[in-house]
């Protein structure tokens, strides 16, 4: 996501420095009565990214949350009372804005200025009634159809090493965007695992099969003398593959192949997960393959189409089982 014109602070100079005067004259930390409806929209929004900023948040996070809030300054205005931005404008704006977004957008606009509300009151900058009053609006569930096996092989079939190598990882461990971008060479470990920096900084073990990992040690023997630090993933240019590299070269991978599935490293997420559960593996391991806190995120993941459901309950049948004991 690009940082202009978002680019941090997002109020004004005048706006930053009336707020730092009023710091620095010995005002109480804690804002009270009439001083609440002082604090304005923009120097409110340069103190939450701050704040996040302290905290620890990836920078991809405050970028997110500077998208999202600085649109709202921009809309409201920076020198607008934070408690004078009612819910129906804020409800309106976000009606307008379905005009060119995706619904699932405009949830991702309701969390982070639920975000900057809740925090701004417990900050004591303002009560932020019209921010904190949103509710998340209702998403359709899209179900992501994974590869079928005969697509996945037409790939592989005409993948270059490093194509081959990128492809081979993504399915086998259903690794998101952002976590390939960041992986080093010295992530690969020798026991057949790699070391994975998820979201929240939070690092796991990801296990690696064979076939991938023969994949991925002999891209990176193609690229000649490499260091644990390096990228995993390099450029034709000698730079590292950013996410738009990696999301352009699997969509073109996909239009050679004929592959008529959505080619994007979220299909082969779900194409992991789904694989990973008809093919004998567990709810919970899966959940700490993909990073997953919650078992509700995962079930996201996952669509047994008919035929796995048949096949599933075969195995499983109940009165199947009891059947077969009887007449044991």
């Keep these: 996501m690009a940082s202009s014109p978002d680019s941090y602070p997002v109020s004004s100079p005048d706006s930053r420095r009336n707020r730092r005067a009023s710091l620095d004259s010995g005002a109480p930390d ?25 905290e620890g948040a990836s920078p991809r996070t405050i970028e997110w949350y500077r998208y999202i809030n600085g649109r709202a300054v921009r809309r409201f205005g920076a020198d607008r009372p934070l408690d004078r931005v ?63 096996d005969a697509e996945l092989q037409r790939l592989l079939a005409i993948a270059e090493p490093r194509e081959r190598a990128l492809i081979l990882l993504l399915l086998d461990t259903g690794l998101r965007l952002a976590e390939v971008t960041g992986l080093r060479v010295g992530d690969l470990r020798p026991d057949g695992t790699m070391r994975v920096m998820g979201k929240g900084s939070k690092e796991r073990i990801v296990p690696l099969g064979a076939t991938a990992r023969r994949a991925l040690q002999r891209y990176v ?9 390096d990228p995993l993933f390099m450029g034709r240019w000698g730079r590292p593959l950013c996410r738009k590299s990696i999301q352009v070269a699997i969509a073109g991978l996909g239009r050679r192949a004929g592959v008529a599935t959505r080619c994007s490293p979220h299909t082969f997420r779900h194409t992991f997960a789904h694989s990973y559960l008809v093919n004998g593996g567990d709810v919970f391991s899966l959940q700490q393959i993909l990073g997953h806190t919650t078992l509700d995120m995962v ?20 009165a199947d089982r009891l059947a077969r004991g009887r007449s044991a």
């Excluded at 929209?41 to 701050?50: P, W």
């Excluded at 060119?100 to 925090?119: C, D, M, Q």
């Excluded at 023997?221 to 644990?228: N, T």
């Excluded at 079930?299 to 109940?318: C, F, G, I, M, N």
Aim: aromatic share 8%.
């Design 30 to 54: 804690r804002l009270s009565g009439a001083d609440l409806f002082a604090v304005g929209l923009g120097a409110a929004v340069d103190l939450f990214l701050a704040a996040k900023a302290a």
């Design 86 to 148: 009612g819910a129906p404008e804020l409800r309106a704006w976000l009606l307008e804005l379905r005009e060119t977004l995706s619904p699932e957008s405009i949830a991702g606009f309701v969390r982070g200025l639920k975000a900057f509300g809740n925090w701004c009151a417990a900050e004591d900058l303002g009560t932020a009634p019209g921010f904190r009053a949103l509710r998340r609006p209702r998403v359709p569930r899209r179900v992501i159809a994974p590869f079928t």
């Design 221 to 229: 023997a193609e690229r000649g003398v490499v260091r644990p630090a």
């Design 299 to 318: 079930r996201r993941y996952v669509s047994l189409t008919e035929a796995d459901l048949v096949a599933r309950h075969r195995v499983a049948s109940p």
